[in-house]
Each structure stands twice: as C-alpha cells, then as structure tokens.
C-alpha cells in the first residue's frame, strides 16, 4: 500500500485504538487527519506529532460531519482511507420511563449513522485514490450482550451495512474490522483479558494493507467458528460472564 503520499482520516485519534492508528500509520509515513470533540486533546496530539492534522468535529452533529469533509478537501486530495473508529458504548437497564432518549440518540449517532454518513460524504474522493473504508466494529455485534443491547445493535447494523455497501460502491473498498474487548477508556469496568490498543491496532491495520474484507482481531477469529456450531451456548457464555464481571466489580467497589 502506497504510504508516500497517501493520507488516513481516523474518526476518535485521540485515544484508545484510534490513538494507536494514528501512531503506526505516522510511522509508516502516512500523513494523519484526526477529529475528536476535545479541541485540548486535539492540540495535544498535535503537538506529540507533526505529521497530525486534528480537526474538532461532534461526529453526532451533522452540520459538524459536513464541516469535517470540507475541513479535509481543503487539507488534501490525496486521501487514501478513512477509518470509522469513534464509538461511545452506555449500559442502562431497560426500564419504561427512566429517561433515556438523549443518550439512546447520541449512542445511534455515533456508532451508526456517523459511519455511514462519512462513508457517503468522503465516497467521491476515496473513490479518486482507489482508496478504503475501515468500518470498526466489534464482537457484539456477532454475540449480544444484556447489558449493553444498543452497543451491539448499533455495531450489528454497521456490520451489515458495511457488508451490504460492498455491491454498490466497486470504486472504494469496505473493511470491517471486528474489534474484541480492548483495553480503552470505553471499555474501562467492562472484563479484564482485554487486548491493548497497539496490539489492536496493529492488526487493523495489517488487515487493511492485506487486502482483506473482514479482519477479526484477537480472539474475535474464533467468532465464526463458534457462531456456526454453538451459537446459543457462546451468548450465554457471555452474557455469565458479564454478570458475574459487574457483580466483583460491585463488591471491589
């Protein structure tokens, strides 16, 4: 893959696996476009990096999605990919009445109509480079998860959407990438063998160079194995575990 001239927009730079993307693809000479909420963290990053563009974007606005296309056309034409990283993920009980509706919103904004919309909007000019749309999606939505039911959801929908996009689009090609439990501040009380960031990013992005259309991460390899011969025993093995994660969480606490 082309790295001289080529440059990477990665959505959630600042932190966690999309941090990590930013550092290997600045190491193999990719120049970096990065958005995040936190102009602070954007600056900070700057700072560490040279080769960083950070621009401040609220992926759940819009307005703001837009800005960002515009923001990237006037820093290059060059671009190669984009990689779908940003994603927020809530636990809440489902209960009628307790008031949820903003975060129900924000969470779909983030994690799916985000996504979708800069792969729509950043479409024509990947499409000029022959160039790639990461997808990050996540074990979850292969396995549900009671205590997070609009996370998996959200990640499922962007997993067949990123399948399904593949027919219409031949100019771009569409990666999803199937993240495991990674140790990033959004997954901070959630288990405890997790990957780290680097590690998850470095297989992202050999996947990506690979030609690959899926790439599962970590242990996520076994999903479709697992998921064909004993599907209902793995969610329920999950789901144990979980509960059992929050209630040592509760007595720690």
Partial sequence: MSTSSSTVLITGG?????????????????????????????????????????????????????????????STDQLQGLINNAGIQMSYPYEAGTGHTLDIEQEIAINLTAPIDLGHLFGSLLAK????IANITSALAYIPKGRSP??????????????SIRFQHPGVRFVEIVMPLVDTPLAAERGRDKLSPIEAAKQAQAGIA????????????FIPFLNRFIPHT????????????????????
Avoid: M
């Fill in 150 to 163: 609009l996370y998996a959801g959200t990640k499922a929908g962007l997993s067949l959407y990123t399948r």
């Fill in 210 to 221: 690979s030609g690959r259309e899926t790439v599962w991460v970590g242990k996520t390899k």
């Fill in 14 to 74: 600042t932190s966690g696996i999309g941090r990590a993307l930013v550092e290997l693809y600045l190491a193999d000479g990719w120049r970096v476009i990065t958005c995040a909420r936190s102009i602070d963290a954007l600056t900070a990053l700057e700072r560490q990096f040279s080769g960083v563009i950070g621009i401040p974007c609220d992926l759940a606005d819009r307005e703001e999605r837009r800005a960002l296309l515009h923001h990237v056309r006037e």
């Fill in 129 to 132: 480079q022959r160039g790639f």
């Fill in 234 to 253: 793995l969610t329920r093995l999950i789901n144990k575990a979980d509960s059992a994660n929050v209630r040592t969480q509760r007595k720690e606490a």
